[in-house]
């Protein structure tokens, strides 16, 4: 495992609490999952450049990222509701 990846996989707690700070100003919460899949892949594409990194392994990371926050982020909501 390179450092990309770590970077990748670390961001995902980074990517919900982004995602948690742009809630007022997007209300419809169908948009949330996009936002956190569109960070993800900022982050691990901006890290690929500085790092030198393959920006395809980023892409990929990123996607990953993304799909993870928005999991863990309806998986957190669900049970805060229960």
């Given amino acids: 495992m390179n450092a990309q990846e770590v970077i990748g996989l670390a961001g995902v707690p980074i990517i919900i609490g982004l995602v948690q700070l742009m809630k007022p100003f997007v209300t419809d919460s169908r948009f949330y999952p996009l936002i956190a899949l569109g960070v993800a892949l900022a982050l ?17 990371a990123g996607v990953v990222a993304g799909l993870a926050a928005a999991g863990l982020y309806d998986h957190g909501k669900a049970l805060i509701a229960r």
């Fill in 44 to 60: 691990n594409l901006g890290a690929a450049f500085l790092l030198d990194g393959d920006p395809r392994q980023a892409a990929f």
